[in-house]
Every structure is written in C-alpha cells, then in structure tokens.
C-alpha cells in the first residue's frame, strides 16, 4: 500500500478483538466496507484479527492492516507476530502501539523500521498531542490521535476534544510535515468524521462504531458520504 | 482434537517465527509432516504462526496449533489473539506459556480454561520438573518440558538432562495422574526421540531440529520411525 | 525471619502505595502495630514500600517484610529490586506475586530461591485455589490467598468465600505439608480474623482495612485479640 | 534539585543493581563521589537502589536519584515505586525508562509529569538519537542518550560513536532548546568525559565504569578533572 502516495481521506476500521468480527465474520464485514468504498469512491481499509489476514486479504481488494507486529526479526521466537508474516498473509500495513496494545518507546521505532523494511505500510497511535508529536518522529506513514477515554464512548474525540486535534496536528506538524493523521475514539457518525476532517485530519480509525452497529454498512456509508461532502 | 482420546505418542513441531516456515512454506511444511505421519501412523500435529493457522488447517488433516493464545474474552483488545479466532481459523489446540512466551501464573490458568471452553487442547511448557508439576495442575490437556537451555542447542534434553524427565513426569504424576507429557529441547535424531519416550515422555515438542533441517522430511521421517520401534 | 520456627498465627500489614503509610508515617504505622503485637503477644509484621525498609527496620524489631523483589541476582540491571538490596536494608522477607504486582510462572520460583539463598522469608500470593497449590509448589514460607475481587472492599474473604479458603487449604495441603497459609481480602474486623483461623490458616495479609483507618492501632487490636480468643 | 538553575556540567553515577554499591557500601560510595565532587567544583549525583535512597541521601548533600519510578499516584498499588516515596525518603530526581528498565511511551509523559509535580528532578534516557527527540518532548530536566551495545563495554561512546551524540544533539535542539543533555556508556576516562562534553553534551551518566573500578574515587577524579580542563 504506498500510503504516500494517495492524498485522499482514509478511514480504517479496526475490528479488534470483537466477535462480530471474528472469521468469516471478518470476511463479511470487510466485504460491506469494500462495497461502501467503491460505491463512494471513498479509500477505506479493514484491520482483522491475525487468523483472519489472509482470508481477508484474499477476498477484499482493499488495503489490510494487522493491529500489532512485534519488533523482531525472524528466529526463535514462539507465539509472536512477525512483519514478515503479515506481509506473507496479504496485508498492506499494521497498526502500532493502539493504545489497547501499547508497546515500549524503543519497540516502536523498530517496529516502524522493521515493517517499512518488509513493505508494511504503518499506523501508529498515540493516546496525546505531545505523545503523537513523538510517535511522529519514527516517520510512520500515519499517525493516530485516539484519546483512550473516548474510545467506545460514543462520544466523538472530533466535537468532544477538537482542541486535542488541532494540538496534535500542530504538534506534529512541527516536526514531521508529511505524515498522514488520522483520529479515532468515539467515532459513529457522518457528523463526527467530517468534523474530523475539518480539524485538519486525513481520516478516522473507527472499531465498535462500525463493528458493533447493527448494521455496520449504513454507518459507513454514512461516513463516506461525510468525506464525499468535504471534497 | 480429542487429544484426551488418542494414546499413542505425538510429535508436535513449532513452526516458531522462522522464515523456512512463514507463509507458504508453512503449508508445504505442514504438507511434508502429515506425509510422513500417514505413512508412518505415528501422531504428528503442526504449530504455525497466527497468520497461517487458517490456511494450513485448510491443507492438512493432521491437528494445527497456535503457538500461544491470550488470556481474554472477545472485546475490545486490539492486537491480542483470542482463543476463539485461533479455533475459528481451524486450530485443533494451542501452546501456552512457552519459554519464549511466558505468562503470568494467573494468566496459565486462564487461557487453559479458556481454550477449553472454545474446544482447544492445550500444551502447556515448563521449564523445570517443579513448574511442570505447577502448570500440570491447571490441568492442560499436555505439559511440555523443556528446558530453555537447551532450546535449539542441538544436545538432546533427553539425553543431555534425563534426570530432568524422570523428575518432570514423577513431579507431575504427583499432582495430575492423567496428563500427556511431551519434551523437547535439542531434539534433533531418532534416537533423541527414541531416548524422551523411554524415560516416561508420550512424546515430543521440536522446532529447529525440524524446521531448519536441510530436509526436514527426513528427519521427521527418522524422529517417526523411532517411535515405531518402540511400539 | 525464622519463619518456620514460629508456630502461631500471624498478622502481616501490607502498606501498599498508600500516602497514609509513606515515610516517616511508615515508620509511625509500623510503631504502633509492634506496640499491639508486644501488648497482645501475637506475631505481627509490615511490609512497607521499598524506599521505607531501612528506616521501619532500624525503628522496629518486628519483621519488616518488601511488597516484591526481582528474580536476577546483582549485576547490571537498573531500576530493579534485588533480593540483597532488600536483605542489607534490614528486611527479614517479601512478599511475591501480590495480585497487583503479578509475575510470570517461572519468575515466582526464581525469585522465591532467591530469596531464600539471601536470607528471606516468602510469602507468595495466590488468587485461586488451584494457583495456591501452584505457588505452594516452589516451597515458599508462606502461602496468601487473596481473590483481587474482594481486595480492598470491606466484604471479607473469610466471609464471603469461604469454601475459597477451605478448597485452598485442602489443595495446598495435597503438595506441600508445611507451609504457613495466610489469607487476605476485605478482612476489616476481629470477626473476620477470627473466621479466617477457624477456617484452617495461620494467619491474615491485610492492607486497606488497617491502613485507611482513622485509628490503625484499634483495628490492630481489634485483630489481635481475636487471635487471642482462639488460642 | 534545581536542574534547571545550574548551568554547569553533571556528572551522575547510577549503581545499579551491582553488589560494590549495595546497603552500607552505596553509602561508603557516595561519601567518596561527593568529596570529589566537592574537592573540585563539579556537579555529581548519585543513583543508588531504592532501598538505599533514604540511607545515602541523608549522609551525603549532593543529588541523589532513583534508578526508576512508576508512573501511577499513591493507592492501592502493591511492589511499585511511587514518586512520592522516592521523594520522601530524600531523592532529588529519578532516572526514567533507562535501557535496562525502559518503558512504554505513555508512561515515559507520565511518570515526567508526576515526578515534577512531586518536585523530583527527571533524567530521561533514550538509545538513539531519534528516540532522545521523543523523550524530549515530554519536557524531562535531562535527556541522556545511551547506545545499549556499548553500556558496561569499556568502549566510550564519546569515542566510538560521536556522530550519536552530534546527531543527537541536533534532534534534541530541533525539539527542545533548553533540556541538559548527558550521554553514557562505555565511560571509563576523563578523555572520554571531555569528549563527550566538546560534542555539545552537559554531562554523562556512568555506572560499571566508576562502581566496578578497583578505586572508584579516582576515576571520579579522572572525570572531575576532565571536566575542570573545558572551563
């Protein structure tokens, strides 16, 4: 997925750890998203569980991003989740540090660096605007602004906290002016992405708002035509 | 995998984070090992990374393992590996609490109850006689020994520490009489295999002496034959 | 801390990270509990926080106990709490494994050996029957029982679960004969001591009842006498 | 500890978890490094093991710093190092997320932020020069820059890495222009102290090279004098 290279929204849909989105369950909610990006013509992506990668991956055209990878290279090392592994299974890119799996300072450059070695494009989370300005400086191809207070409130980080936004644009902007920035946490609809988007932001990371909706192709429907509004 | 059912000895080969065994080389891996095992009627079962737990269960018939699983229910946990996924993927069991795994005590007991409970048989691994008898009272479906430093030496545990087995198995007899026991550490030959089983053992936990074998076939091949000889 | 040498029950006060019991109120708190323990004659003991050991120690000669220590032995390891370190500040033990400082399976052994090769007692903390048995494996002095649900919530354990003491009671005493067995969570009156020694232990792990009250000393007492009553 | 008033190199001594600087000896070796300190007119500290905090600082009047702190307030928090213990028992800083004790990101702002607020100095470290940016973001009194590989190696950093510790400077600069900047590892000179310092840095960070020398006061000497020759 060369990330740097399309300039448009992005909204990427973590399916974390959720049975709804669970196998071929993941296989159908990735399918609805795809849909939903291709009818709007809006860039949408999908973050399953490890198992379900390569299923994912082989049925949807969409980029597929693991939630986590460990900082290692290839070797001894039982029950971890290797970059090469990942790309193996078809993903474009992984999530790093989410703040439902935060890592150590250190593991996160080398994760960045391990997974750009590998052809994994990055999405790298941070939980404030300093902390965002410092995940920046590992030159992910995107960074993550999610408040972990808001995180499945159903209170959007982008009209409860618009100020932690701007913060964390201008934080980063200072010293990393080409990362993409999405923002996340509380997410649910049409409304809370485009104030998102207006805050300076490039896109959303979403989970329970979508996953959990009884119908999750309406809530990203809605959230497309949000992006389309904007443009 | 009604691991409590069958009674003969069982060969497990994890497939770590080595590259020989990512991705497709994890299927023609697998494919070569239920080769062997069908050939030979001896027990065999594979150990995967998450990412090609579905794609190699879908190949083989033989049982398919995580190489861990956390300790969680479904939810909001991005990055973690549910035990649910792991057998919606078509995994038979999972290891937990491997030496280059470990977890928290509380969290052994845990994911063995929880594996149970979406239908995983568990391998559990210890490192010494003492907390094998530990692990075996969470009563997994097997307790694996092996001591880490022995780990990918080439110097078989049993034949370098038998002592270790006879005290392993006499420990966990102690406290779980029903228990399978594996071992592993340095396993590289037949008669290393042939050597585990003699001491008590129903069988072994190899990675590297399989994995990163010239032809692994063949030495899976001498590892089986080996338990032939003692039937 | 001759610990095994001592035959009747035993009343350790863990001061946690609480303000109420952080430097010179340490020393304050731990005064006090001596002064009960000599008045009544029941063994008593504190464990207050790492920074706190030496000054308690110099001030009491009840047995001061460290809430944690860490499994390496002394080398370059910064930011650790070696087992020495805790020894030379006049520790006579420590506690392991607390519920809120859990660690991984093979690090309780360790750091119980350890601790035993410098000097000091163990008392290792267990939330279930089952891992009570587990833990009594590595051969600790003592044994605490303490469900984290009722730790800190005014609702006894030796009232509320008492069939968790018992099964632990029962489980431990299948693997290990000797072992001094203490119990913990929500104790907050004579009452409760009471029912804990009637129950089959040696003796009660307590914090937030002695610590948070507005007069330590009566709770002390409170405690002591009920040990009393039974003898 | 007023970091931010003197304007003068520092030099800071971390004991790590070593034997030599253990209970009585980490205070015998506090005398010898403030005597020297005082002897020449150059600012030193001291890192001594939590349990010997309370014990060196009321002997010596030089600075004295935990090796770690945790980043939660005062509560029921069992075996973890609270700021406001460190404090009270005479600290005037703490080291955070050292290479041997490195932490999450979000708990590297955090625990910067209560350490202030409890009046604790910080000294932030990071293992390459990318990282030292991060850190210095979180706004510590020091950054201090340690490559893993070369601690404890006797090859000085100063020396075989300068282009680190340039580089280094530069991103720290580029993000904060005020933060001390100390390096370390692999320091045994005065050479290479005052190399170290001609590379833009106010200080080092030393452990096995003064703790583990046959005559700890004349290295410190060594360095005092290095120090002494730049001003």
């Known amino acids: 997925m060369a990330t740097r ?59 597929v991003f693991a939630q986590h990878v460990d900082p290692m290279a290839p070797g001894a090392f039982t029950g971890h989740v290797l970059a090469e592994s990942v790309k193996a299974a078809g993903a474009a890119g992984t999530i790093i540090n989410h703040s439902e799996r935060t890592i150590r300072l250190l593991d996160i450059e080398k994760s960045v660096e391990h997974a750009r070695e590998v052809g994994l494009a990055t999405v790298t989370c941070a939980s404030t605007a300093r902390l965002a300005a410092a995940v920046a400086l590992s030159e992910p191809d995107i960074v993550a602004i999610e408040p972990p207070e808001l995180i499945g409130s159903g209170r959007a980080v982008s009209k409860e906290r618009p100020e932690l936004i701007t913060e964390s644009v201008r934080r980063i902007r200072n010293v990393n002016p080409n990362v993409k920035i999405l923002c996340g946490a509380g997410i649910t609809t049409g409304e809370d992405v485009y104030a998102a988007l207006k805050l300076g932001t490039q896109g959303i990371l979403v989970a329970s708002g979508v996953v959990k909706a009884p119908k999750p192709e309406d809530v990203i429907m809605d959230f497309c035509q949000a992006v389309r509004k904007l443009e």
């Open 5 to 63: 290279e399309f300039s448009g929204p992005f909204l990427l849909v973590n399916f974390k750890t959720y049975l709804e989105a669970t196998g071929k369950r993941a296989v159908e909610l990735s399918d609805k998203i795809e849909a939903v990006g291709r009818d709007t013509g809006v860039r949408v992506g999908v973050a399953p569980q490890f198992c379900d990668i390569a299923q994912v991956a082989s049925q949807v055209e969409i980029p």
